[in-house]
Each structure stands twice: as structure tokens, then as C-alpha cells.
Nanobody, 121 residues
Framework: QVHLVESGGGSVQPGESLTLSCAAS????????MGWYRQAPGKQRELVAL???????NYADSVKGRFTLSRDNAKNTVYLQMHSLQPEDTAIYYC???????????????WGQGTQVTVSS
């Protein structure tokens, strides 16, 4: 069993910053990919940023230059630094990880419970 625990959400004003973290625990042999998606009210869940086990990153166009994703392999944790936040960044942010629990097993995608980010003046 694998668990993803998120933290760092909250309410900020436009232009401010927040950092989200997501820690994976449990049966983990390798984390192939880890990152964040978000879902705003009335919209579909969308990719925010992902990082692979080779430190390749992929960002949504809407957050490039404002958000930075990094990972601490020793802690199985990723950090999403969000700067210059705007009202359109308001959403529930979900951590996602593709994890192989043991060598020889297929990888599986896990989701966190979600953390609310609200940007409003």
C-alpha cells in the first residue's frame, strides 16, 4: 500500500507565493513520476507539473516561469513552489505519483486527497 500526504495549501492574495509538498510512503521500490494536477470548480482536472526519476520536468504552459517543481529522493517528497499566484490558479491541487511497489510489479498511479489553494483579493 502507498500513501500520498499533501500539505501547504491555503488562501493568499494575488501576487503572493505558496509551496505545496507531497510525501509518498509505503511499499515503494521506485517512483517513476511524481507531481501535481489541479481541478477548478466546473473544470476538468489538469496537469500542473510533473518530474520523472531522471529529474525531467514538464509544466503546464499556464504556470511556466511561475511554478517550480523539485524532488527530494531521500524523502520520497516533491515540492511545488508557486509564485505570482493569480485568481485563475484557484483550485484543488492533487498530488499524483506513478510508483512501482516492487521490482517485477507493474507501476500504479496513486492520488493524494487534495489540498485547496485559493487566490483572492
Amino acid at each position: 500500500q502507498v500513501h500520498l500526504v499533501e500539505s501547504g495549501g491555503g488562501s493568499v492574495q494575488p501576487g503572493e507565493s505558496l509551496t505545496l509538498s507531497c510525501a509518498a510512503s509505503g511499499r515503494i521500490a521506485v517512483i517513476n513520476v511524481m507531481g501535481w494536477y489541479r481541478q477548478a470548480p466546473g473544470k476538468q482536472r489538469e496537469l500542473v507539473a510533473l518530474i520523472t526519476n531522471r529529474d525531467n520536468t514538464n509544466y503546464a504552459d499556464s504556470v511556466k516561469g511561475r511554478f517550480t517543481l523539485s524532488r527530494d529522493n531521500a524523502k520520497n517528497t516533491v515540492y511545488l513552489q508557486m509564485h505570482s499566484l493569480q485568481p485563475e490558479d484557484t483550485a484543488i491541487y492533487y498530488c499524483n505519483a506513478v510508483i512501482r511497489s516492487a521490482w517485477g510489479e507493474s507501476p500504479y498511479a496513486y492520488w493524494g486527497q487534495g489540498t485547496q489553494v485559493t487566490v483572492s483579493s
